[in-house]
């Protein structure tokens, strides 16, 4: 299959629209990453999302709307909760996770008895919604394993012959996943965390709960909330290490173990902030480091590059993990293993 990219116009969005129509895969663009779209209503179209991504079979989908009227054939009760939170951040990254209603098939909730609704805050990803009249059932459009996409470039690495289109709507703007927020009790929790962050949900809601495996890894035969927590995800081939302390100390052991490990022959490469100054030392930009949002918005591109690049070691500086800086650190200790060093 030769696979098109399209740059976002009223011509691109009508052919995604009818390929998404005929049960066929368009790689679309949302703020958040890059997603791979199928009819959310069409279980044979929604398997062939898990066949090109080679995602497992227990990880279920995301169903993203373009407007608030398309959710109630979807599920069956929206909590109070639930409302205000899609009052407050609707359209954008939040995905709701709520009971499903019996139209939403076991290939989009793998089986569970709820489902995640989404409604994109980019005017392309509710346009292509829109025309193709139904919802639209997306993961990230990486193959499973690898960092998501933030620009089309990306998800044609993955994709390329196995999708007939994308749509190239530029670099995502927020560059992490959206929150996923369990709203089925009574007491919303995060699941996974992202541009609607647990500060922004508490001034909603009064309170906010973030699941504890978002900052740890998850032991052996231990439940899990969300399935996507485990799964191995964003593991560049590089070993990759986090340090968190004060600047000047992060600074300097990060420099260490890059002199320790180049010495024994490794290729190392920092993922650092632009006020820092590693020398002559190979470096990927997280941006400035008083602009947490830039980092969430690069560091999936730095952990492909870093593959590219065929390095073997990177040496990572921490976010704080508050606001945004959560998603930060979740997608890098995730990547890391969680290998977090205090110095
Ligand atoms: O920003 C995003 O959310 C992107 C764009 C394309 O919208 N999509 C995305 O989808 O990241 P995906 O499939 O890569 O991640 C969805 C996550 C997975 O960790 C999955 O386990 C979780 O959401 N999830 C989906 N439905 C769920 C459910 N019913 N209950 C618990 N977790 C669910
Ligand atoms: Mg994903």
């Known amino acids: 299959m030769k696979t098109v990219v399209k740059p976002v116009d009223a011509q691109a969005i009508a052919e995604a629209a009818q390929i998404i129509r005929a049960g066929g895969l368009v790689g679309m663009p949302t703020e958040t990453v890059y997603g791979l779209g199928a009819d959310a209503l069409n279980p044979q179209a929604v398997r062939s999302i898990f066949a090109a991504k080679d995602r497992p079979a ?188 004060g600047a000047q100390q992060v600074i300097e052991a990060i420099a260490a173990h890059y002199d320790e490990a180049e010495r024994m022959g490794e290729k190392p490469c920092i993922l650092g902030f632009d006020e820092h100054d590693f020398g002559t030392r190979n470096k990927l930009s997280l941006g400035s480091e008083k602009e947490p949002r830039e980092a969430a918005k690069r560091l999936f591109a730095a952990l492909r590059e870093l593959d590219e690049r065929g390095e073997t070691l990177a040496l990572c500086e921490a976010v704080e993990p508050t606001g945004i800086g959560l998603a930060v650190m979740n997608r890098m200790g995730r990547a890391a293993g969680f290998d977090l060093r205090r110095v």
């Open 58 to 245: 227990d990880n279920p989908l995301i169903v993203h709307v373009s407007s608030l009227e398309e959710i109630a054939p979807l599920v069956r009760e929206i909590p109070e909760a639930a409302t205000l939170l899609m009052e407050a951040f609707w359209p954008g990254p939040m995905t709701l996770i709520l009971p499903k209603a019996d139209c939403v098939s076991d290939a989009v909730s793998a089986g569970l008895d709820t489902v995640g609704i989404r409604m994109p805050a980019s005017d392309a990803a509710r346009a292509l919604i829109r025309a193709a009249g139904t919802p639209i059932a997306a993961p990230s459009a990486n193959r499973s394993g690898k960092p998501s996409p933030t620009t089309a470039q990306h998800v044609f690495e993955d994709m390329d012959g196995r999708i007939p289109m994308i749509l190239d709507d530029g670099e995502c703007e927020v560059g992490v996943e959206s929150s996923v927020i369990d709203a089925t009790g009574e007491t919303p929790i995060i699941l996974r965390p992202g541009g609607i962050t647990p500060e922004m949900v508490k001034a909603v809601l009064g309170s906010c709960e973030v699941d504890e495996h978002v900052m740890s890894p998850l032991k052996e035969g231990e439940l899990v909330r969300s399935p996507g927590m485990k799964h191995k995800h964003y593991s560049p081939e590089a070993k990759t290490v986090i340090y968190e302390g």
